[in-house]
């Protein structure tokens, strides 16, 4: 007789929590999927095709939401994260392969982007790029081993204001806007091999591995970190609060994330490719063209927000391919966790962190390496989204949860999508 009371209070609160304060793991896996490496490959497409890829942003936005909400819901309702879901559920030999294939993809997607960072520091204030490297590294790692996570959460949110430094940018040159709206609602398709190769890369920077892995892991270090909160399979009455919640959050982090390639593509597009300037392979690349034809300002606020996304997406990166390992191997899990009590956990956020700063400092090509790190993210993409969409449709796993049929439907057509991109990929290559 008391429950209902009690519940609709809730409610009633809930009612007044101000919109920030509702956002957080699908915020942060948006904003963080616009690291360094993705925007050099909008830099690329908006220099190269001018507004004719703007459309593949607004397409991708769907899809990207559809599965990322399909991986927060497998977190939130089960208490796990992707990793160990699909250690319980399916064989070893998947699992392992997944985990390693992540491990490797991640650490070259850390070294390009604490790369691109020291050299975009190195534009705006001189110096030396490797010093830069290493320094970020080393910020890195302190928040997320010696910050406990409550306190943690909300700078990795905060970070994500830097990526307003592009729209800023779009704002600091002339932009025909009807054209640019045709570019985004009306497809200019080719099936050249670059057009190709092209939209394969930004599919493939949209829909990345390591934000699944990293925003149902968030959802479970949320649920770790609020007292009276259960995995929802285990507390019913918490179900709506919290997949409203996810539903809101992801659709705005996805929607904030294809907003920011968009204005990234169109600042390209406007400058770059309006100049005849068509091969753009790194951010900082993009940064330094743009001075000459946008100004001062247009080229700081660029090459500063590829130092602040940065900082937000390497420990995204690590943080990703430490969950997979430890729930891979029944380790303590968590950045709300200390030290000490999962020392396995950290260890496989410092070891890939700080060879990513190793491979800055040896003659690998940073060019070719993103390129096999694209490669092997396309490649774990697909079998990791069937498994995320066999796992949420499982009464076992999901219990009274599992998705419905709207998200179901979206869920395998972004799976589609990349399993096609991916076969568009070898045969571009």
Not at 282 to 290: H, I, P
Not at 354 to 372: C, R, S
Request: hydrophobic content about 55%.
């Amino acid at each position: 007789m008391q429950r209902e009371p009690i519940e609709r209070q809730q409610e009633e609160e809930r009612k007044h929590v101000p919109l920030l304060k509702k956002l957080g793991p699908g915020l942060i896996t948006g904003a963080a999927d616009d690291d360094p490496s993705g925007i050099a490959t909008y830099s690329q497409a908006g220099a190269q095709y001018g507004y004719g890829l703007l459309w593949s942003v607004v397409f991708t936005l769907p899809l990207m939401a559809g599965i990322q909400i399909v991986s927060a819901r497998i977190g939130r309702v089960t208490g796990h994260g992707l990793a160990a879901n699909i250690r319980d559920h399916f064989s070893p030999w998947l699992l392992n392969g997944v985990v390693a294939l992540l491990v490797i993809a991640n650490t070259i997607n850390i070294a390009a982007d604490l790369g691109a960072m020291g050299n975009a520091l190195q534009l705006l204030i001189g110096g030396h790029s490797q010093v830069y490297v290493v320094f970020f590294a080393l910020i890195s790692l302190t928040l997320q081993i010696f910050v406990p996570f409550p306190r943690y959460a909300p700078i990795l949110k905060w970070l994500t204001c830097a990526l307003f430094a592009y729209v800023a940018t779009v704002f600091a040159v002339k932009v025909p806007w009807l054209d640019a709206f045709y570019g985004a609602i009306l497809p200019q398709l080719s099936f050249k091999a670059d057009y190709v190769s092209t939209v394969v890369a930004v599919l493939g920077t949209t829909i990345s591995p390591y934000l699944f892995f990293w925003q149902a892991s968030q959802e479970v270090e949320e649920l770790r970190a609020t007292p009276g909160h259960e995995p929802l399979r285990e507390a019913h009455t918490q179900a709506r609060q919290h997949l409203a919640r996810i539903r809101l959050d992801t659709w705005i982090g996805m929607g904030f994330s294809n907003l920011i390639a968009f204005f990234i593509m169109l600042t390209t597009a406007v400058t770059l490719h309006a100049q005849g300037i068509t091969d753009i392979q790194t951010s900082e690349q993009a940064a330094r063209a743009l001075r000459p034809l946008a100004g001062d300002f247009a080229f700081m606020l660029f090459a500063a927000g590829i130092v602040g996304t940065g900082l937000l997406a390497v420990p995204v990166l690590a943080g990703s391919a430490a969950y997979a390992v430890a729930e891979s191997r029944r380790w303590p899990i968590g950045l709300g966790l200390p030290l000490l009590e999962a020392r396995g956990f950290y260890a496989i956020v410092t070891a890939a962190t700080l060879i990513g700063v190793a491979l800055d400092f040896t003659d690998i090509d940073p060019i070719k390496a993103l390129v096999w790190s694209a490669i092997i993210n396309g490649v774990i993409a697909v079998p990791i989204m069937a498994v995320m969409m066999r796992l949420a449709v499982m009464p076992d796993v999901m219990g009274p949860f599992v998705i419905k049929r709207r998200l179901r439907a979206l869920g395998w057509l972004a799976t589609a999508v990349m399993a096609a991109a991916v076969v568009a990929m070898f045969a571009t290559l």
